[in-house]
C-alpha cells in the first residue's frame, strides 16, 4: 500500500508527534511505501496575524501542494495526523479532487475546541461544544490567549462546519478511546465514521524491577496535567514516597520550588524517551493526574512495557485504560487527599502492588504492541478505501447510528 502522511509539525515534540512518528515507521516496517508531507510551527512567527489566520481557514499552498504530490504520484490513501494551524482542511478537497481516500487521525479535541483540550480556567469546559461558531472560545482567549488568536482557529471551525467538510471530506477518523469517541459525537462528527485505535508502543522496552523506591511523573508541566494535585498530595504525604517528576512547560519554576522546599520531589526536566523508560522501569508507579478529558495517556501504556502500574485520575480516556486495583489505582481528579489515599495504601500493600506489575505488563502484551496496532491500522485503512462506510452500512436496511451519549466517570 502507497500512504502519504500529512502531518503539521508542532514546536515542541511530545505525545502526539511520538504517536505520529511510530505510526509512520509501522507501516515502512511492514513493507509500505510511506511519504511524507509536512509543515513546521517554525515558519508561524515569519507571518502576519491576518496571513496566520487566512491559512488557519484555507492555505491555497497547501492544496496545491497536496494536489501536484498526488499527481506525482498515486497514493491509495492520505493519512492526515495533524493540518493545524498551517496546512488547513484545504488538504482535504485537495484529496478529493485527485479521487484519493482520506484517513483522519484525532488526538485531541481542536474539531470541537478552540484550544483543542475542552479545559479552561483549571476546569474542565465544554461551551463550544456542538456550537456552529465556537465565540466562547474567542470571548475568553482559549487559544494562546489572544482572542485574535482563537478568533481565527473559531473561523476555521466555522467556516467548515458550514461547509459540512468533516462530515464530507473525511473517509474514517481515528479516536484513540471510546470516551474520545463519544465526546467527538456529541461535538457534531458523523459516529459511523470514527474508528478507535489506541497509540502502542513501539518495540519492547522489557519489565523492569520497579526496585527504584520512588513514584514518577512524566508530562508536560502544565496546569490542566494536574501537577499541583500531585505537589499538594505530597505535602500531606510529608517524605514518606520520593517523587520523580520528569519534562518541562510553563509549570516548570513552580516545580523547581517546589523540589527546593521539599527534599521527596526531585525535578529531572527534560529527559531521552530512553531515560525515561529506565525511570519507568524502576518507578513503583507512575502517576498520571491529569485534570483535563485527555484522549489517551501514551505514558500509560508505556509505563504498562516497563511492568509498572498507573495510578491516574478518573476521567476520559485515562480511566478506560486503568483497570482499578489490577493494573494501578484511580484517584478523583483535582483531589490530592484522595491521591495521598492510593499512594498511602500502595506502601501498605508492597505485595499487591508487585501482582499489578505483572497485570500491566499484560495489558501491554495484549492490546498495545506493534502487531496488534497494526492489524487495527490496516482495518482503517481497507475501510477508507471502502469509501469510509462500515461494511454492515452496506447491506439493505441499515440505518446510521445516532450520536451516542458521552459516557459519564465519578468524580
Not at 474567542?138 to 462530515?167: I, K, P
Request: aromatic fraction near 8%.
Amino acid at each position: 500500500m502507497r500512504v502519504l502522511v500529512v502531518h503539521n509539525r508542532y514546536l515542541i515534540r511530545g505525545g502526539e508527534e511520538e504517536s505520529a512518528t511510530a505510526e509512520r515507521e509501522l507501516l515502512q516496517q511492514n513493507g509500505h511505501e510511506v511519504d511524507i508531507y509536512q509543515e513546521y510551527n517554525e515558519r508561524v512567527a515569519g507571518l502576519s496575524r491576518l496571513r496566520l489566520a487566512l491559512k488557519t481557514v484555507w492555505s491555497s499552498e497547501s492544496y496545491h501542494i497536496l494536489r501536484h504530490r498526488l499527481r506525482e504520484r498515486r497514493y491509495d490513501l492520505i493519512h492526515v495526523q495533524n493540518f493545524f494551524p498551517l496546512i488547513s482542511p484545504a488538504i482535504y478537497y485537495a484529496a478529493r479532487a485527485e479521487g484519493v481516500r482520506v484517513v483522519q487521525s484525532l488526538r485531541n479535541y481542536r474539531l470541537l475546541c478552540p484550544n483543542a483540550a475542552l479545559f479552561r480556567d483549571g476546569q474542565l469546559c465544554q461551551d463550544c461544544v456542538g456550537r456552529r461558531v465556537a465565540w466562547p472560545g474567542v470571548v475568553h482567549a482559549c487559544y494562546r490567549d489572544s482572542r485574535s488568536a482563537t478568533a481565527a482557529v473559531a473561523a476555521m471551525l466555522a467556516v467548515h462546519r458550514q461547509l459540512r467538510t468533516f462530515e464530507r471530506m473525511v473517509d474514517v477518523y481515528v479516536a484513540l478511546t471510546g470516551f474520545a469517541r463519544d465526546k467527538l459525537v456529541e461535538g457534531g462528527l458523523p459516529a459511523d465514521k470514527i474508528m478507535v485505535k489506541p497509540n502502542f508502543v513501539a518495540g519492547d522496552p522489557a519489565p523492569g524491577n520497579g526496585a527504584g523506591g520512588y513514584a514518577l511523573f512524566v508530562g508536560r508541566l502544565s496546569p490542566e496535567k494536574g501537577l499541583g494535585t500531585v505537589l499538594e498530595a505530597w505535602q500531606r504525604l510529608d517524605g514518606a514516597l520520593p517523587l520523580k517528576i520528569v519534562g518541562e512547560g510553563p509549570l516548570g519554576a513552580s516545580v523547581e520550588e517546589a523540589s527546593a522546599q521539599d527534599r521527596a520531589v526531585e525535578c529531572l526536566g527534560r529527559r531521552s524517551l530512553a531515560e525515561v523508560y529506565d525511570l519507568m522501569g524502576a518507578a513503583c508507579f507512575l502517576i498520571l493526574p491529569s485534570e483535563w478529558y485527555e484522549p489517551f495517556g501514551r505514558v500509560a501504556v508505556e509505563a504498562f512495557a516497563r511492568g509498572t502500574p498507573v495510578f491516574a485520575s478518573e476521567l476520559g480516556g485515562m480511566a478506560e485504560l486503568i483497570d482499578h486495583g489490577r493494573t494501578g489505582r484511580l484517584f478523583r481528579p483535582g483531589d490530592a487527599g484522595h491521591l495521598a489515599e492510593q499512594v498511602a495504601w500502595a506502601m501498605r500493600h508492597p505485595s499487591e502492588l508487585a501482582r499489578m506489575r505483572g497485570a500491566a505488563r499484560r495489558a501491554f502484551e495484549t492490546c498495545y504492541t506493534a502487531p496488534n496496532n497494526y492489524r487495527q491500522l490496516m482495518a482503517i485503512y481497507h475501510r477508507a478505501l471502502a469509501g469510509g462506510t462500515p461494511a454492515e452500512a452496506r447491506q439493505p436496511g441499515y440505518k446510521r447510528p445516532a450520536p451516542s451519549p458521552s459516557r459519564s466517570f465519578s468524580a
